[in-house]
């Protein structure tokens, strides 16, 4: 949105300045990185679901903020807001994941959540060359709120209600997980499992769980792609159409 936003036909009362718009790039890193450790506290202490509806709400006071104002402090305030949903979601989403997955298939669920990303932006680029600046904002509003209403039927996950003491309500949720009465033996089983690992990982020593991040490939690479994600410069991406714009101007005075 970049270049409709600093063209002549800008939805804003005058053309953005561009120094506006390198700063809607940067503020969302700016934010993110460090809100990476206060995601760390909110899965800890508040649960992975309410961890997961708060950057659904964040992504939505963004789109949200966007529709109220084109002003240069509503643009760069938005972009900060989108910034904690974006780091809450790389942190929380494989987190929850993990937690109520099976074993079988906690590798293919995991994936989905970069295909998801990159098809969101797929959409994003395509819808944004045939809707209005407005339209586009509705569209992008819609998605999180969506999620914000249909996710408040999905259960905590068993592993942290166990962590809470919680054990018959961790039961029923894995139970509704698996799509199975929670008096049966496997249920038992798979709660017995999650019990055992949870006193493992109290007793577990550090030096424990380092070797764990890299020895366990699906924890390595959640933990990877967060960090390339959130320290690198993954941020170029919004601001890149930006970028090749002023690149094919460069390219006319050559």
Same mark, same amino acid.
């Given at each position: 949105?970049?270049?409709?936003?600093?063209?002549?036909?800008?939805?804003?009362?005058?053309?953005?300045?561009?120094? =506006?718009?390198?700063?809607?790039?940067?503020?969302?890193?700016? #934010?993110?990185?460090?809100?990476?450790?206060?995601?760390?506290?909110?899965? &800890?202490?508040?649960?992975?679901? *309410?961890?997961?509806?708060?950057?659904?709400?964040?992504?939505?006071?963004?789109?949200?903020?966007?529709?109220?104002? =084109?002003?240069?402090?509503?643009?760069?305030?938005?972009?900060?807001?989108?910034?904690?949903?974006?780091?809450? /979601?790389?942190?929380?989403?494989?987190?929850?994941?993990?937690?109520?997955?099976?074993?079988?298939?906690?590798? =293919?669920?995991?994936?989905?959540? #970069?295909?998801?990303?990159?098809?969101?932006?797929?959409?994003?680029?395509?819808?944004?060359?045939?809707?209005?600046?407005?339209?586009?904002?509705?569209?992008?509003?819609?998605? %999180?709120?969506?999620?914000?209403?249909?996710?408040?039927?999905? %259960?905590?996950?068993?592993?942290?209600?166990? *962590?809470?003491?919680?054990?018959?309500?961790?039961? &029923?949720?894995?139970?509704?997980?698996?799509?199975?009465?929670?008096?049966?033996?496997? #249920?038992?089983?798979?709660?017995?499992?999650?019990?055992?690992?949870?006193?493992?990982?109290? /007793?577990?020593?550090?030096?424990?769980?380092?070797?764990?991040?890299?020895? &366990?490939?699906?924890?390595?690479?959640?933990?990877?792609?967060?960090? *390339?994600?959130?320290?690198?410069?993954?941020?170029?991406?919004?601001?890149?159409?930006?970028?090749?714009?002023?690149?094919?101007?460069?390219?006319?005075? &050559?």
């Amino acid at each position: 949105m970049g270049p409709r936003l600093m063209s002549e036909e800008t939805p804003a009362s005058a053309p953005v300045h561009p120094d =506006t718009i390198s700063w809607m790039a940067s503020v969302v890193y700016l #934010v993110g990185t460090p809100t990476v450790f206060l995601f760390g506290y909110i899965v &800890d202490n508040f649960g992975r679901k *309410k961890a997961l509806m708060v950057t659904s709400f964040s992504m939505a006071a963004c789109w949200g903020l966007k529709l109220y104002s =084109t002003e240069t402090w509503a643009l760069i305030t938005a972009r900060a807001i989108v910034g904690l949903g974006v780091s809450g /979601s790389y942190v929380v989403t494989p987190l929850y994941i993990k937690e109520i997955s099976e074993d079988s298939i906690r590798g =293919t669920l995991g994936s989905l959540v #970069v295909l998801s990303q990159n098809l969101g932006n797929l959409f994003a680029y395509v819808m944004g060359e045939y809707l209005s600046y407005h339209a586009m904002l509705w569209v992008c509003l819609i998605v %999180p709120l969506l999620h914000l209403v249909l996710f408040t039927a999905m %259960p905590e996950t068993p592993s942290y209600l166990l *962590k809470c003491g919680k054990v018959e309500e961790a039961r &029923d949720a894995l139970a509704w997980l698996r799509c199975r009465e929670s008096s049966e033996p496997a #249920v038992d089983t798979e709660l017995q499992n999650l019990l055992l690992e949870l006193e493992q990982s109290k /007793s577990g020593k550090l030096i424990d769980a380092l070797k764990t991040l890299v020895t &366990d490939r699906s924890t390595f690479h959640e933990r990877l792609t967060i960090s *390339k994600r959130l320290v690198t410069g993954n941020g170029t991406r919004t601001n890149r159409q930006t970028l090749f714009v002023h690149a094919n101007a460069l390219d006319v005075f &050559d």
